[in-house]
């Protein structure tokens, strides 16, 4: 299906696993040693501050894994305005909730906002705690997500690469942080189609989740998961298939059938029976990750924008297109939500209902949308 007026193709989008990525990591500080002297209510005043800080960490992982971004921007604003006054501007907690303000940044789009926050956070990391160690490992690690989802492959590469070294020399080459760095590199390799240097990547990194958790883990299914992707964007899909369902397997053991993690295996399984030219199953699938997302998150969580463009531009291939459209309304509906009225973001879902719209004759809506994703991408 084609955007005819504005040239906005749709787009199968690949659910990552979260749970691979350094995402929305709060890791601990060095404690604050206060010595007798300094009295029992100052104690208490800074160990309530540092409970606060905690506190406003968990309450934003909670927001951001249910993809609740615009209200965690605020929750970690908050948290390190905290650190910030509770530490002094130079701690590593400090880096922790820069970080954590990036990554929601990073996960809203909004990437020119993220990048002197990582920075920051990563000059802070180096001082406090030396040019080698695993904050400032996070910051590269981090900084290499931010340039690999702008397709900034040139700069993703070096973070990425300087992370793995640093992994290596403090943890040992077969640690858990040498894999997530591995399973990141990989992702980078994929995105640019190089699958002969992802591959062994992710090879390498799925035996190190297996030596250290077993074949149950969720850290081996996600990195299982990858793998797949990587087979199935090569169309080697007699290869990804058993890797997706032994993923799937492994996370409904985990957590059950309605285990939400299990969701973004049952897109990108129900990609490659779409591509394999089996509707029948794709569409099943989809339907399945679109209700657990439903019952976990709700009807208007950010996490369902993937599945219902997906299962959206599904139906609009099958000419489908009155039931394609609602799913790309929702879509277009959440996204503004999510990201404002007039961001970057919406120029695509906004072409995808126009060209839904023209389909099933309704023409003057077709035309405003165009008009809006015009302007948006003019402003790029």
Not at 131 to 159: C, F, H, I, K, T
Not at 209 to 234: I, K, V
Request: glycine share 6%.
């Amino acid at each position: 299906m084609k955007n005819v007026a504005i040239k906005l193709p749709l787009s199968r989008k690949s659910s990552r696993d979260v749970s691979m990525i350094q995402n929305m990591r709060s890791y601990r500080g060095h404690r604050l040693f206060i010595a007798a002297s300094c009295g029992v209510a100052f104690v208490a005043a800074v160990w309530a501050q540092e409970a606060r800080w905690s506190n406003l960490n968990r309450q934003l992982f909670e927001y951001y894994s249910a993809g609740r971004y615009a209200e965690g921007v605020s929750i970690a604003t908050e948290a390190l305005k905290v650190a910030e006054a509770s530490y002094g501007p130079n701690h590593v907690n400090v880096a922790t909730s820069l970080n954590n303000v990036a990554e929601i940044y990073r996960a809203m789009g909004r990437y020119s906002d993220a990048l002197p926050l990582y920075q920051r956070a990563l000059l802070i990391a180096q001082a406090t705690a030396g040019a080698e160690n695993a904050l400032v490992a996070v910051a590269l690690s981090n900084m290499g997500e931010l340039y690999r989802v702008q397709r900034d492959w040139a700069r993703a590469e070096p973070m990425y690469r300087q992370a793995l070294a640093m992994r290596e020399k403090i943890s040992g080459p077969d640690s858990p942080d040498v894999a997530q760095t591995l399973n990141n590199l990989a992702l980078s390799y994929a995105s640019q189609d190089k699958a002969d240097d992802a591959e062994p990547l992710y090879q390498r990194a799925l035996q190190i989740y297996r030596d250290w958790f077993g074949e149950d883990h969720p850290l081996t299914a996600g990195c299982t998961s990858n793998l797949a992707d990587l087979y199935r964007n090569q169309r080697k899909f007699a290869r990804a298939l058993p890797l997706y369902e032994r993923a799937i397997a492994i996370k409904e053991r985990n957590g059950g059938p309605e285990n939400p993690a299990i969701a973004a295996d049952l897109n990108n399984e129900a990609l490659l029976y779409a591509a394999w030219r089996k509707p029948k199953e794709a569409e099943v699938l989809w339907q399945r990750a679109l209700a657990i997302k439903e019952r976990a998150y709700g009807m208007q969580s950010p996490t369902l924008i993937v599945t219902l463009e997906n299962l959206g531009g599904f139906y609009a291939d099958q000419k489908r297109y009155r039931e394609a459209a609602p799913l790309f309304e929702r879509a277009l509906r959440i996204s503004e939500k999510m990201l404002g009225a007039d961001a970057a973001g919406l120029a695509e879902p906004l072409g995808n209902l126009a060209a839904t719209y023209r389909k099933i004759g309704q023409e003057s809506e077709a035309e405003k949308l165009e008009t809006r994703a015009r302007n948006i991408s003019s402003r790029r």
